[in-house]
């Protein structure tokens, strides 16, 4: 998967304790649905001219929305990219044994969605776009709810839902890179994979200095920027690259560039990208809709696609994986409270939002029907999930 296969097999090591990890990642998810909530009502108040307005506002060539889009969340699919490498190398995906549940659990919960979108769109060439739009979860947003049930939760099924949410993102990474394309450059492909190479080259040669990585990685964010693919994968692409030792024989790992720059760049992501994204495409304007908008095929395709997709194929495939023994059930859990968990991964937000911006550019009918599906299904599965671990959790311990 990338050049630092020889590290696969040292001892797993973290930047900071799994318990702090998920604090901080549930801290983020509270944070951004109260800036979803905020954004909501801006776009519905007397406010909503100055807010549409800020966000079509041209800066340096792009508008702000676009810089939103574009630049601020190749940052957060940098540190997607060095939590999978990290979680492949030397966490929770290191082995597969390790990957097996989650890996299914994640499977079923992307082709199910996917499959009731399609289902409900069909005919509509255009529609059909957005047909992985509901075949994302939003980890922060996901574990910001487990944060309110408290110790109710196993911490194991915490770590199940960071895991699935990781493989969950490696294939939204697939999806975008595979379907998600405008016209290509191939000059700016070509440059863009020099500087891939050169990436390469210097994790080869063990060079550890971040500064020169992060170089290359902005040219090489220009270049995919201009080539046609969406930028947003150049962060992914360079933190392939990053190298998670140190060069040394160190005992402290923790010390490598990947696990410096994952957890230097956490907080910015969770406490101010993330929630700078969700502010600029959460708010929709409810003015002349009503009740019978939310059953059109986009939204309804959506809200379904979270709600029913992602607890039938997470719970179905989940659940046949344990009764074929191809997995076990996370220590201290129950069916019900795996249950709870794959209501959970219905909350789709932050990817399913980015995701709908890819699918119908430039079309703001389809883009406002996107946002009302994905904030109906991550809602009513966010509110589904709370209820049942509740009732599932009572007495439980971590």
Same mark, same amino acid.
């Given at each position: 998967?990338?050049?630092?296969?020889?590290?696969?097999?040292?001892?797993?090591?973290?930047?900071?304790?799994?318990?702090?990890?998920?604090? /901080?990642?549930?801290?983020?998810?509270?944070?951004? @649905?109260?800036?979803?909530?905020?954004?909501?009502?801006?776009? *519905?108040?007397?406010?909503?001219?100055?807010?549409?307005?800020?966000?079509?506002?041209?800066?340096?060539?792009?508008?702000?929305?676009?810089?939103?889009?574009?630049?601020? @969340?190749?940052?957060?699919?940098?540190?997607?990219?060095?939590?999978?490498?990290?979680?492949?190398?030397?966490? !929770?995906?290191?082995?597969?044994?390790?990957?097996?549940?989650?890996?299914?659990?994640?499977?079923?919960?992307?082709?199910?969605?996917?499959?009731?979108?399609?289902?409900?769109?069909?005919?509509?060439?255009?529609?059909?776009?957005?047909?992985?739009?509901?075949?994302?979860?939003?980890?922060?947003?996901?574990?910001?709810?487990?944060?309110?049930?408290?110790?109710?939760?196993?911490?194991?099924?915490?770590?199940?839902?960071?895991?699935?949410?990781?493989?969950?993102?490696?294939?939204?990474?697939?999806? &975008?890179?595979?379907?998600?394309?405008?016209?290509?450059?191939?000059?700016?492909?070509?440059?863009?994979?020099?500087?891939?190479?050169?990436?390469?080259?210097?994790?080869?040669? *063990?060079?550890?200095?971040?500064?020169?990585?992060?170089?290359?990685?902005?040219?090489?964010?220009?270049? #995919?920027? =201009?080539?046609?693919?969406?930028? +947003?994968?150049?962060? #992914?692409?360079?933190?392939?690259?990053?190298?998670?030792?140190?060069?040394?024989?160190?005992?402290?790992?923790?010390?490598?560039?990947?696990? @410096?720059?994952?957890?230097?760049?956490?907080?910015?992501?969770?406490?101010?990208?993330?929630?700078?994204?969700?502010?600029?495409?959460?708010?929709?304007?409810?003015?002349?809709? +009503?009740?019978?908008?939310?059953?059109?095929?986009?939204?309804?395709?959506?809200?379904?696609?979270?709600?029913?997709?992602? !607890?039938?194929?997470?719970?179905?495939?989940?659940?046949?994986?344990? =009764?074929?023994?191809?997995?076990?059930?996370?220590?201290?859990? *129950?069916?019900? !409270?795996?249950?709870?968990?794959?209501?959970?991964?219905?909350?789709?937000?932050?990817?399913?939002?980015?995701?709908?911006?890819?699918?119908?550019?430039? *079309?703001?009918?389809?883009?406002?029907?996107?946002? &009302?599906? #994905?904030?109906?299904? /991550?809602?009513?599965?966010?509110?589904?999930?709370?209820?049942?671990?509740?009732?599932?959790?009572?007495?439980?311990? +971590?």
């Amino acid at each position: 998967m990338t050049p630092d296969t020889a590290h696969s097999s040292s001892a797993p090591a973290r930047r900071s304790p799994l318990s702090a990890f998920l604090a /901080s990642e549930a801290a983020g998810g509270v944070l951004l @649905m109260v800036v979803a909530a905020l954004a909501l009502v801006i776009a *519905n108040s007397p406010a909503a001219p100055a807010y549409f307005g800020a966000l079509s506002t041209y800066v340096g060539g792009l508008s702000v929305l676009h810089w939103v889009n574009d630049a601020l @969340m190749a940052v957060f699919f940098l540190l997607v990219g060095l939590e999978i490498k990290r979680e492949f190398l030397e966490g !929770q995906l290191s082995s597969w044994s390790r990957r097996a549940l989650p890996g299914i659990a994640a499977l079923g919960g992307m082709v199910v969605p996917a499959l009731i979108y399609l289902a409900l769109t069909r005919g509509d060439a255009v529609a059909m776009r957005g047909w992985a739009i509901p075949a994302a979860t939003d980890i922060a947003f996901a574990l910001g709810v487990l944060a309110l049930l408290g110790p109710r939760v196993p911490v194991s099924l915490k770590v199940f839902l960071t895991a699935l949410a990781i493989l969950d993102d490696l294939g939204a990474v697939a999806i &975008i890179a595979l379907f998600y394309t405008s016209d290509l450059s191939l000059p700016m492909l070509g440059l863009a994979a020099l500087c891939i190479a050169g990436l390469i080259v210097l994790n080869r040669l *063990n060079v550890t200095r971040l500064p020169v990585y992060l170089t290359i990685g902005a040219l090489l964010w220009f270049f #995919v920027l =201009k080539s046609g693919i969406h930028a +947003t994968l150049a962060g #992914v692409a360079l933190a392939l690259t990053i190298p998670i030792g140190d060069g040394s024989d160190s005992d402290e790992p923790e010390h490598s560039p990947l696990h @410096m720059l994952e957890h230097g760049l956490h907080p910015w992501v969770s406490y101010l990208i993330v929630p700078i994204f969700g502010f600029a495409n959460a708010g929709v304007s409810f003015t002349g809709m +009503t009740p019978a908008s939310a059953l059109a095929p986009v939204p309804l395709g959506i809200a379904l696609g979270l709600f029913l997709g992602k !607890q039938i194929g997470v719970f179905g495939f989940a659940w046949a994986a344990v =009764k074929a023994g191809l997995g076990a059930l996370p220590a201290k859990a *129950n069916f019900v !409270q795996l249950y709870g968990v794959a209501l959970l991964c219905g909350i789709g937000f932050t990817m399913s939002l980015f995701i709908g911006a890819l699918a119908f550019p430039g *079309n703001p009918e389809l883009g406002d029907a996107t946002k &009302i599906g #994905v904030l109906l299904g /991550s809602v009513i599965s966010a509110l589904a999930g709370a209820f049942v671990l509740k009732l599932a959790g009572r007495g439980t311990s +971590t």
